[in-house]
């Protein structure tokens, strides 16, 4: 495997060893590794030319699956530029308080986004460039004309692998997003530990229909893929259900890579054990995301025998941590083993080490490990200690290496996968004028993993229904993180200290 330090590398190496090589194949249409490359030096000079593009400008990419998130996003890269993916489900309102945080410079996006591009320059007070792909509009560029084709000698910017690379938006547990800093060497050398442990080859057939603005996915599912020079199906999505498996033939995957609850969905369709472990050649499945039951794991096995490898990670940590191996025995309930490079370990509330299969807070130290939350000293400062990544997840590890995830110290939510913590939806919650007190817990559901339950006390004389808080926070709040379920309460239960009891609240549900 040819030496990077940089990601832009990995384009640029792929184009030259295996030009003709499919390297994305998206609606029907294949782009080999040097027509891809081709689209982001051509878009990366114009970047530079057209639009101003400066070392170090943050650049959000919003946009759903499409070929045109891995150009956007290797072409900022190649001119020295940040990206910052960008949660396609969050309000123009979520998305403001982002771009404030780190100044976001310019805006990727497509025409099917621009309602709500309008709504957050109407909000935000620095000026934003706008790349639109899709109908040209007034005062915003066309993505076709920045994809104009260039001269061959352009002034490539030489990278280092410490320059940051991506900024990465997660859910804060003070009720706003934080935002976590990947160099080009976190990136990579998680690209790296993931080829190792699941052994994957170049003729390896990815899908990829999860997200592509969470780093899972774009992680295991786009830089993974490019680096060993294997070939992805972008779907745009998970749902209708029926063209992920419609590509399962067609397109002849091997790797498939998903969350649990696709998983319980193909445990429960009418679907012919046969069909898998005869006429697809489906050779590996990956979870992650969330954590995967025990009997999913086992069943999914048993029934199609094909290995099932669960791993754990976080935005943090670039996002892989630990995986299920699949040349040792696998472990119904582990997160697996750490990655090759990657320590882990398991302490008390003083620092020290636990014992084997003893609970603790599982702090992670590797070259995979963030350099930080912009511009949150503080907080960084409380995540990173020593040299380890406190991860805020209890956990523990049996005499034979294996990681088990045990409870969270976080109070979050894990909604298909995304982090949902109570605290923001508590925050909206306590906006609204005749609330009096609430608290928000996750709820076990067989289909999203968990949905946000609001338990919640009015002030005196007021009366309200559940489709009205329900309703006030889709008006604030991205769909998947508004609760489910809504039960009200003359008053919350406290502790002994007046706090509200989250304990006495999840015994209720």
Not at 112 to 140: H, M, N, R
Not at 176 to 188: E, F, I, R, T, V
Not at 360 to 375: A, D, K, L, S, T
Request: contains cysteine.
């Amino acid at each position: 495997m040819v030496c990077m330090t940089t990601l832009p590398e990995i384009v640029r190496s792929a184009s030259l060893r295996i030009p003709s090589k499919i390297a994305v194949k998206y609606k029907g249409k294949n782009i080999t590794y040097q027509q891809l490359y081709r689209q982001v030096s051509a878009l990366a000079v114009n970047l530079q030319q057209k639009a101003h593009l400066a070392k170090g400008d943050r650049v959000g990419i919003l946009l759903k699956n499409c070929p045109e998130y891995i150009i956007a996003y290797f072409a900022c890269l190649e001119i020295g530029a940040v990206v910052v993916p960008l949660n396609t489900f969050l309000t123009a309102a979520e998305l403001v308080y982002i771009f404030n945080d780190c100044q976001i410079k310019m805006l990727i996006t497509a025409e099917s986004f621009l309602p709500t591009v309008k709504k957050i320059q109407s909000s935000y007070p620095a000026a934003l460039d706008v790349i639109c792909s899709g109908k040209k509009e007034p005062g915003i560029l066309s993505w076709l004309e920045m994809l104009d084709p260039h001269p061959i000698n352009w002034p490539v910017i030489p990278g280092q692998k410490d320059d940051l690379a991506v900024i990465l938006y997660t859910s804060g547990t003070t009720g706003y997003p934080k935002g976590a800093m990947l160099s080009h060497d976190n990136l990579l050398s998680n690209i790296r530990s993931c080829a190792k442990a699941i052994e994957l080859k170049d003729n390896d057939c990815f899908i990829l229909f999860l997200p592509m603005f969470h780093a899972f996915t774009f992680t295991v599912c786009v830089l993974l893929p490019l680096f060993i020079g294997a070939k992805t199906v972008i779907l745009e999505s998970v749902m209708p259900f029926h063209r992920v498996l419609k590509s399962l033939v067609i397109d002849r995957i091997t790797v498939f890579v998903s969350i649990p609850v696709v998983y319980k969905l193909l445990l429960k369709a009418k679907i012919p054990a046969f069909f898998f472990f005869w006429v697809l050649p489906l050779r590996l499945c990956v979870s992650g995301g969330a954590p995967l039951p025990p009997e999913v794991q086992a069943g999914f096995e048993r029934r199609f025998k094909i290995p099932l490898l669960e791993g754990y990670g976080l935005s943090e940590a670039s996002p892989v941590v630990s995986i299920n191996p699949l040349s040792d025995v696998r472990r119904p309930g582990s997160i697996g083993k750490p990655l090759p490079g990657v320590e882990v370990a398991v302490i008390d509330e003083n620092g020290k080490e636990m014992e084997t299969n003893e609970v603790g807070e599982i702090v992670i130290r590797g070259p995979n490990v963030m350099q930080g939350y912009y511009n949150a000293p503080e907080l960084t400062a409380q995540t990173l200690r020593g040299g380890w990544l406190y991860t805020g997840d209890m956990g523990r590890v049996n005499q034979d290496g294996y990681l088990y995830i045990c409870d969270r110290k976080k109070d979050m939510i894990l909604v298909h996968g995304m982090n949902v913590y109570s605290r923001e939806v508590e925050d909206v919650l306590l906006s609204h004028p005749q609330v009096l007190e609430v608290a928000v817990i996750g709820k076990k559901d067989e289909h999203h993993g968990e949905i946000p339950v609001a338990f919640v006390a009015l002030k005196e004389g007021q009366v309200l229904s559940a489709k009205d808080i329900i309703n006030f926070c889709r008006a604030h709040l991205a769909n998947y993180k508004v609760p489910r379920q809504v039960r009200f309460f003359r008053s919350l239960p406290k502790t002994a200290t007046g706090k509200i009891s989250k304990k006495e609240l999840r015994a209720i549900l």
